[in-house]
Nanobody, 116 residues
Framework: QVQVVESGGGSVQPGGSLRLSCAVSGIVLSIKTMGWYRQAPGKQREVVAYINSGGSAYYVDSVKGRFTISTDNAKNMVYLQMSSLKPEDTAVYYC??????????WGQGTQVTVSS
């Protein structure tokens, strides 16, 4: 069973940057597809980006060109570099295997707030 601990969130002004980190245990990261998800208030959780074992990444249209997902298999870490942040990026961000569903085990997430 995968276990994750997300960190790195915070409050930033529009146009700012943040780097989220996810410590992963319980799986061999190098053979898994991992994703970052977010849930804004009153909305369903959505996938933001995912990266497969070969290093190919997918991004939802709203974050393309602004977010970058990466992994460090030696450290069992997944990262999400976010730049040019917008108020609509405000959400709790989670990492997990991709795809992941409500019955999967989820971490506590990390809050990202973009506001002037």
């Amino acid at each position: 069973q995968v276990q994750v601990v997300e960190s790195g969130g915070g409050s930033v002004q529009p146009g700012g940057s943040l780097r989220l980190s996810c410590a992963v245990s319980g799986i061999v990261l190098s053979i898994k597809t991992m994703g970052w998800y977010r849930q804004a208030p009153g909305k369903q959780r959505e996938v933001v980006a995912y990266i497969n074992s070969g290093g190919s990444a997918y991004y939802v249209d709203s974050v393309k060109g602004r977010f970058t997902i990466s992994t460090d298999n030696a450290k069992n870490m997944v990262y999400l570099q976010m730049s040019s942040l917008k108020p609509e990026d405000t959400a709790v961000y989670y990492c997990n295997v991709f795809p992941a569903f409500s019955f999967n085990s989820w971490g506590q997430g990390t809050q990202v707030t973009v506001s002037s």
